[in-house]
């Protein structure tokens, strides 16, 4: 079965203080795993996309990385804005493009 | 590019009463998605069209739960006698026909009494 777990599940930074999100995933042949924020009260929104291992994205303070089976998502020098909830997905390659989730990372950065 | 929408934004009904809501994807996309969250969890997948096609449905979703999308554009999904654990933050997504990148809408929070 198709399964995403994320970790940790609550993560406190001081402002600047630049850490990774953990995102381990199984899956019965990858079409792709994807990064989402989510702010309180609403939908999710797009990151990125990962297609492949050893596959990078970058915006802004946040960077994502793809190995067969984990991602990370590496957050340098955050800001208090960068407060959210962290999701990852996968898509399996023979599914109906629905996403699997994992159940995120509350992420706190304080002043 | 407005974005997806969804109307309501939120809902409180009695248990038993049925409730419908309507989400309108991107114009181009025609891929949609509806998608269940509760607190402190990810978004769990209840159902996907391709056009107008209703291609898959959970096994979350129960009798009481249909969808639709009439030629392809909006979609509704209703839940018929609704039950406490039924409240939940109901999300719709869509994608387009190249990527599987899949953009949500805002939600509709349902709260059953």
């Known amino acids: 079965e198709d399964q995403v777990t994320q970790s940790p599940e609550a993560l406190r930074l001081q402002e600047g203080e630049s850490s990774s999100l953990n995102c381990s995933y199984t899956v019965s042949g990858l079409r792709g795993l994807f990064w989402y924020r989510q702010d309180p009260g609403k939908g999710p929104e797009f990151l990125f996309t990962l297609y492949s291992a050893g596959e990078e994205k970058e915006k802004e303070r946040l960077k994502a990385t793809l190995t067969k089976k984990e991602s990370f998502l590496h957050i340098t020098a955050p800001k208090p804005e960068d407060s959210a909830t962290y999701l990852c997905a996968v898509q399996a390659r023979d599914s109906s493009y629905k996403l699997i989730f994992g159940s995120g990372t509350r992420l706190l950065v304080r002043p | 590019d407005t974005g997806v929408s969804q109307n309501p934004r939120h809902k409180i009904t009695k248990r038993g009463q049925n409730v419908t809501f309507r989400c309108d994807p991107i114009?181009?996309?025609?891929?949609l998605y509806w998608y269940r969250q509760t607190l402190g969890q990810g978004p769990e997948f209840l159902t996907y069209f391709q056009n107008e096609a209703q291609l898959e449905k959970s096994r979350l979703l129960s009798d009481r739960f249909s969808a639709e999308r009439p030629k392809g554009s909006f979609s509704t999904l209703e839940i018929q006698r609704t039950e406490q654990g039924d409240s939940a933050m109901y999300l719709c997504a869509s994608s387009p026909r190249v990527t599987g990148d899949s953009y949500f809408g805002p939600g509709t929070r349902l709260t059953v009494l």
């Open positions: 114009s181009e996309h025609n891929r």
